[in-house]
């Protein structure tokens, strides 16, 4: 069983940058896409990011294209964001997803537990 493990979140100004890492650990890593998605009281997670293993293929949402910027490290068997200019409405509880090879972003077989990102004003 594949374990994501987030870690970067806290409390920002608005305008500010924060960094999310997830590490993931477990078996049959190799092939692994690996995203991240966002939630907030009341609203259904949304995709903010994926990568595939070979990273050359990247997606982003509306909102996170030109300020969210992912990346990872295969050899650490981490994904990271970059989240620079947060906004208020960036406020949200972000979560590290990961898709074996071969399989679909519609319901990402792995979660991590969650990293809570303020921005305040």
């Known amino acids: 069983q594949v374990q994501l493990v987030e870690s970067g979140g806290g409390t920002v100004q608005a305008g500010g940058s924060l960094r999310l890492s997830c590490e993931a650990s477990?078996?049959?890593?190799?092939?692994?896409?690996m995203g991240w998605f966002r939630q907030t009281p009341g609203k259904e997670r949304e995709f903010v990011a994926r990568?595939?293993?070979?990273?050359?293929?990247?997606y982003y949402s509306d909102s996170a294209k030109g300020r969210f910027t992912i990346s990872r490290d295969n050899a650490k068997s981490t994904v990271y964001l970059q989240m620079n200019n947060l906004k208020l409405e960036d406020t949200a509880v972000y979560f590290c997803?990961?898709?074996?090879?071969?399989?679909?972003?519609?319901?990402?077989?792995?979660w991590g537990q969650g990293t809570q990102v303020t921005v305040s004003s």
């Open positions: 997803a990961a898709v074996p090879m071969g399989r679909t972003w519609t319901d990402p077989d792995y």
């Open positions: 990568m595939s293993y070979s990273t050359n293929i990247v």
């Open positions: 477990g078996p049959n890593l190799r092939g692994l896409g």
